[in-house]
């Protein structure tokens, strides 16, 4: 064991870490439900669905069978002239549950590659509609699209990479963070600064950019729909096309199939990835109304995109098996189950010194800290106590698989407010 961590220390790359002075990564050996085993055997709940991916916890008999099933046919063939049976069922199941009026379905590698593949979408309309100076996004700040390089062009400027790409990365626009909260009555005032931006900006806008009603990655806030739908009328209103990107929102976390359901409206280019396929294997899809596709189309157009491992028959057959699952059974009450647990169980964080916000939606629990935490410690009390959190700068957060029981739940959140009662002391 101690040779894996040595070897690991020496020559692996985590997320986000020096490779001289990496954070502490902790040996698995095995997960099962909701928990995590130790290679020394001790056992984790999981609070973190492996960001935002393992809904249905791990090890998980159904999707096991579809992928074996799949892989005793074919693992991988290319997609450039080819099609297969998965691919097709897992686009008809899609379209079977995303705002109708999406109709065309691009499959690709990951979720940054998705948000890289609604871009160039939107880019291609506008070129092929005779607009090509429509060529800039507008974003909201507080936001994270992935770490590929468009993507993070529009992510946070502030807690993004912008600083480290200083003049690569795209110019694009940030109006102000949707500052209504969800839970709070809306200000129509909160639209002002966005309004203004996309007023000034039309002839030079292909698109906005957004997480509906969950910004993630970006700050774990939740915004009012009422703002998301003022956005897709102003898109409307001034030719701009509307990517919504559903990554970490879509199948179910945040108490609707799709976050956009909140707001009742619909995005004219969708990004889908993270929970598609339970957490079993990478795969994303970017998805796309009838005006997008023929417009991209239109005197002969095609898209110009196309991953080697587009439609990977695995990740498309574990998705099946996900997206089955899902809606077999009641996935809106364990839904509310896990807000009412996270609810009740992060309420006394609310009274911790370092704590500056207590919020919740859905399967999502988010305790705001005044301070960054400090990683290491943090994760070390939670470990040490069966737990698995992992946190970033001043955010700790819970988005456990569905599958979590209510003994589960209350043992993470009460271990939570613990460690966060040392970390904040
Ligand atoms: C994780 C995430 C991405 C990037 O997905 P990857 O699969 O990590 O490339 C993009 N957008 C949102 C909202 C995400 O949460």
Not at 127 to 151: C, E, I, M, N, S
Not at 201 to 212: D, R
Request: include cysteine; aromatic fraction near 8%; proline fraction near 5%.
């Amino acid at each position: 064991m101690n040779d894996l961590l040595e070897f690991d220390r020496a020559h692996l790359w985590h997320p986000y870490t020096s490779a001289l002075k990496p954070l502490r990564a902790y040996p698995i050996a095995g997960a099962a439900g909701v928990r995590l085993r130790l290679a020394d055997g001790r056992e984790l709940i999981d609070g973190m669905s492996s960001w935002w991916c393992a809904i249905h916890g791990y090890n998980q008999p159904a999707l096991n069978a579809a992928l074996e099933k799949q892989l005793g046919n074919m693992a991988h063939v290319m997609f450039g002239g080819i099609t297969h049976e998965p691919a097709v069922t897992l686009a008809k199941r899609l379209l079977d549950i995303v705002p109708r009026s999406l109709r065309h379905i691009f499959f690709c590698d990951s979720g940054s590659v998705s948000v890289e593949v609604a871009i160039k979408m939107a880019l291609q309309y506008w070129q092929a509609a005779g607009r090509p100076r429509k060529k800039r996004l507008l974003t909201v700040r507080g936001g994270y699209h992935g770490d590929t390089f468009a993507a993070m062009s529009v992510c946070d400027p502030v807690t993004g990479m912008h600083h480290l790409f200083r003049g690569v990365l795209p110019k694009q626009l940030f109006a102000e963070r949707p500052s209504c909260r969800f839970d709070a009555p809306f200000d129509p005032a909160c639209l002002d600064d966005f309004r203004r931006l996309i007023v000034k900006h039309e002839g030079e806008v292909a698109a906005v950019i957004l997480e509906p009603v969950v910004q993630g990655a970006g700050g774990m806030w939740f915004y009012h729909p009422a703002y998301l739908s003022g956005v897709r009328e102003l898109c409307d209103c001034h030719q701009v096309l509307l990517i919504l990107d559903e990554i970490a929102t879509g199948f179910g976390r945040t108490g609707k199939l799709f976050a956009c359901e909140w707001a009742g409206i619909s995005p004219d280019i969708l990004c889908l990835g993270k929970a598609l396929t339970g957490g079993y294997l990478t795969l994303a899809a970017t998805l796309a109304t009838s005006k997008v596709a023929e417009g991209i189309s239109s005197a002969g157009g095609v898209f110009m995109h196309g991953p080697t491992f587009m439609a990977n028959p695995l990740a498309c057959a574990a998705a099946n098996a996900n997206i089955d699952l899902l809606l077999c059974e009641d996935w809106p009450v364990k839904i509310r189950r896990i807000e009412e647990g996270l609810k009740a169980g992060l309420e006394p964080a609310r009274s911790l010194a370092g704590v500056a916000d207590v919020r919740g939606l859905g399967a999502i629990g988010v305790v705001e800290m005044k301070e960054a935490v400090d990683v290491e410690p943090f994760q070390a009390f939670c470990v040490d106590h069966g737990v698995w959190i992992r946190p970033f700068g001043r955010l700790v957060y819970l988005m456990p698989p569905y599958i979590i029981g209510g003994d589960d739940l209350g043992r993470l959140c009460e271990v939570m407010v613990a460690a966060l009662q040392q970390a904040g002391a």
